[in-house]
């Protein structure tokens, strides 16, 4: 299982407007040094938390909901997903709000990831896995590995996928592993090619449109009640639904394939907790 990072980011520069940047990826690495080509002065990383990559872009997309409906976040016209420093005290507490796996990283921990392996050697990435998950302190436990990537082009990237039949990020990922030549970081080794999941792994338009969708969605919990318990486990309801029809969109996939905000915008399920009436 591999790991994906939502980071707070400050920057000196961003300090006139008491901002600081919320962001996703999956190699801080990389991203370090994206950040580094933009930057007059570095700018660091003032929390990073490890989470599983899977369940990496529906998490930043709801916490980005949840921090926007606290009037955190920084309205401008031109960049985006800049919020208010306070940002910091509320990030964690959503994640535990809503029962989410996660390691936060230490200072040490965050400086060995934004060490290369080898300063004469560029292709080899600092990537986290998951090794373990303590029920304890309900955070995950990750170990650093390595990983060398063969650049290939964009379209032979996508004929590799093709061939191994691959349809959600789940066996991409795991394709990943045993090729070499596969970035697990499309969306920055392919940068202005890269349009978004549905085109990078070829998923064709054939399954139920929105309205259809929602539909068969509200059907299928009604008669899967017990999916409902996991109301905040969204991803997992998703997962389920999609073994129950192969009509819905590969697993994983739905906000972008129906280009929506999260999960929420499709999977409702409301909890209508009973009163206690004292007599």
Known sequence: MKVG??????????????????????????????????????????????????????????????????????????GINFYKKEIINFVVIYLHKNNINYKYLSESEIKSLLIPTSMNDKVIKNNIEINNFDENDKKLIVKKTKRRNYPI??????????????????????????????????????????????????????????????????????????????????????EKLCELDNNFPPNGLWVEYYNLKCLSDIIVINIYKKKSIII
């Open 153 to 238: 082009s964009y379209e032979e990237a996508k004929q590799i996928i093709l061939s191994n039949n691959i349809k959600n990020k789940y066996k991409y990922f795991e394709l990943c592993e045993k090729d070499n030549r596969l970035s697990n970081e499309p969306e920055l080794t392919y940068r202005g090619l890269f349009c978004n999941w549905i085109e990078y792994l070829s998923i064709e338009r054939i399954y139920y449109d929105l309205k259809t969708c929602i539909i068969k969605v509200n059907e299928l919990l009604k008669i899967h009640s017990e999916l409902k318990k996991h109301f905040l486990e969204l991803s997992f309801v998703c």
């Open 5 to 78: 990072y939502i980071y707070v980011r400050n920057n000196e520069s961003w300090d006139l407007y008491n901002a600081v940047k919320l962001g996703k990826t999956l190699n801080i690495l990389d991203r370090e040094q994206t950040y580094m080509t933009c930057e007059i002065k570095k700018g660091f990383y003032m929390m990073v938390i490890a989470l599983d990559s899977i369940i990496l872009d529906n998490v930043e997309k709801q916490l980005q909901e949840y921090l926007n409906n606290l009037n955190l976040n920084i309205k401008s016209n031109a």
